[in-house]
């Protein structure tokens, strides 16, 4: 949102003549106005002109060529509505954002065909997706009001009952061989995506059933494990072996331990401004 809004003050300061960049200079007169309200950004003033600077001078260069491929669309345009195939590829290659296509259109008492900007949006959404190697992110639509206990801090392996069973985002009584699944279980070792560090995979056997668990995630209280039934038949009430990769796991830790040292040592070389969050991704 904040990038949206620097963007959209730095087009129009474009429209207003402005060819070079000029946001970041504004940065010491709100200062000076805020006075002691504003001691944090004060402290902060040199880092936030730095960041805006190059936010301003990566964008100006996204603006120009995109306003001119947008120009060469409106000239062919027939009728008031801009294909939103066109605002996709113009976002998607580009780099050139929907809303500021938008403004233009607008600009020009055009519009832009949303619905079909979102269709190519969530095609890319879906290719991506399959493109990751398994399934879609369910996360907005399971809903569970059981908990799960997790074990995994000092085991990797036990044996835990099935709680509930999730087919593409429906709940389900049993699952088949090569179904894709999400599985909870009453207690686990395997530990859901949180905090920077990715989920666990690993194996769920029982007597008549074997599961692949390909990632796990939290889903409120309940913890899911996300993978492939490859063999039998899974039902709630089954018992199950839960048994983490461990290799993986050791390796998942060294590097977020290496995560918080990397912090550790941006923010003694570059300043206390660096964030965690910021290294999360």
Do not use: W
Not at 59 to 78: I, P, Y
């Amino acid at each position: 949102m904040l990038r949206r809004i620097i963007r959209r003050a730095v087009r129009h300061g474009n429209i207003l003549g402005a060819k070079e960049a000029f946001f970041y200079k504004l940065v010491a007169p709100l200062v000076e106005v805020m006075g002691a309200a504003g001691e944090e950004l004060q402290r902060q003033q040199a880092q936030v002109e730095q960041v805006l600077k190059s936010e301003e001078d990566q964008f100006a260069r996204t603006l120009e060529r995109g306003l001119a491929l947008l120009d060469e669309e409106l000239e062919k345009l027939q009728g008031d509505t801009l294909d939103g195939e066109i605002v996709f590829r113009l976002y998607d290659t580009f780099g050139f954002p929907a809303d500021l296509t938008a403004d233009v259109c607008r600009e020009r008492n055009l519009k832009i065909d949303e619905a079909g900007f979102e269709r190519a949006m969530e095609q890319q959404r879906q290719r991506a997706r399959e493109a990751s190697g398994f399934g879609a992110d369910y996360s907005n639509v399971i809903r569970i009001d059981a908990a799960s206990s997790f074990k995994g801090y000092d085991q990797l392996d036990l044996a835990a009952t099935v709680k509930a069973l999730y087919v593409a985002g429906e709940a389900v009584d049993e699952v088949t061989a090569g179904q894709d699944a999400v599985v909870v279980l009453d207690e686990t070792p395997f530990y859901g995506e949180s905090g920077g560090q990715v989920g666990d995979t690993g194996l769920l056997k029982g007597k008549n059933a074997e599961f692949s668990v390909q990632d796990t995630q939290k889903y409120g209280q309940a913890i899911g494990h996300v993978g492939k039934l490859t063999a039998g038949q899974l039902r709630i009430g089954d018992r199950l072996e839960a048994q983490v990769d461990a290799a993986r796991r050791a390796r998942i830790r060294l590097n977020h331990s290496a995560t918080h040292l990397l912090h550790a040592a941006l923010r003694q070389v570059l300043g206390e401004h660096v964030a965690p969050e910021r290294l999360a991704g």
